[in-house]
């Protein structure tokens, strides 16, 4: 394979977790293929006179702590120099995330994923395309139609759409004599977007998977088991990784989303479930490689680099 130029648009570097960071795992199995590594973030790209180009740093990585990465060049870039981009850096997904992609549009160089897939694949409302696969879902902002939704549940999660990690999400009981007054407060601090709201799953309790899907295809499972006294899985609010297999749910999870994924030319996905449940479609920058790695053994970086030197 010839070596490649890569550039990851990613949070800054230093701010990296070194023994969790998904874009850590993916750039030092980069390196170790002889591939040629830049970085920036998303507000060193730029548009000027017709080119896209980026304030890109070359950069060698390792898993090492508080040494994780060595800075050799500094360059201001056409975004065109390089053979392959990925997005990787982590929602909010706003008008800054959404108005980067218009940018990354422009450039003919491979971008993964896609910046038109990133923006059609809204990561919680793009399930709403899969009703027979989802919880029941509400979206909207009328709090007597969300409590009128919440009276057919014993108790009803609400989210913000576009955050990430668990942030912005509550549980709410019905039976709540201050549930309006609740609803109220957490869509007002939504802003002018909609919320959605879900029937809560009791087993949750017992964990949820994220399935890694790549190019379409289902590659392994995860478990996360969510803290004592919460109902929220993911690692940023104190959730556990533990060893999970793909099921027969799972897979069939997988193979209805893989149409939209591949229209949408999405090669890295993580498919949040619960209990043969689609719960979320997450393509702007999905992590637990490296947890994956420690409690499987599987590999997701040397997969997901084996099909990007295909078609690069």
């Given at each position: ?21 998904t ?102 409302m ?90 379409g ?7 996360r ?10 690692l ?12 027969d ?39 637990l ?24």
């Amino acid at each position: 394979m010839t070596s490649l130029r890569i550039a990851v648009q990613m949070d800054p570097i230093e701010k990296m977790i070194v023994n969790h960071d998904t874009s850590l795992a993916l750039m030092v199995e980069a390196q170790a293929r002889g591939h040629e590594l830049w970085w920036f973030t998303p507000n060193d790209l730029f548009y000027d006179t017709g080119v896209v180009k980026a304030n890109a740093r070359r950069v060698s990585v390792s898993f090492t702590e508080a040494a994780h990465y060595e800075t050799h060049e500094e360059a201001v870039r056409s975004v065109d120099d390089f053979d392959v981009v990925l997005v990787r850096q982590d929602p909010p997904f706003d008008m800054g995330y959404v108005s980067n992609t218009y940018l990354l549009e422009l450039v003919d160089t491979l971008v993964i994923n896609p910046p038109q897939g990133i923006r059609n694949i809204s990561e919680k409302m793009s399930i709403l395309q899969f009703p027979e696969l989802t919880p029941t879902t509400w979206v909207g902002r009328d709090v007597e139609a969300l409590e009128a939704f919440a009276k057919r549940f014993d108790q009803v999660v609400l989210k913000i759409l576009f955050m990430m990690g668990g942030e912005g999400v509550i549980k709410l009981a019905a039976s709540d004599p201050q549930f309006k007054k609740k609803a109220r407060a957490f869509i007002s601090a939504a802003g002018r977007e909609p919320i959605l709201a879900q029937e809560f799953l009791p087993a949750v309790s017992g964990g949820d998977k994220r399935v890694f899907v790549l190019n379409g295809e289902p590659f392994a499972a995860l478990k996360r088991l969510p803290k004592a006294g919460d109902f929220r899985a993911n690692l940023a609010v104190g959730g556990q990784a533990a060893a999970g297999e793909l099921d027969d749910d799972d897979r069939a999870i997988a193979a209805a989303v893989a149409p939209l994924l591949q229209r949408e030319g999405i090669v890295f996905a993580g498919l949040d479930v619960i209990a043969g449940k689609l719960i979320e479609i997450n393509v702007t920058s999905p992590t637990l490689a490296q947890e994956l790695k420690r409690l499987s053994g599987l590999d997701l970086p040397k997969a997901f680099w084996d099909r990007v030197e295909a078609i690069a």
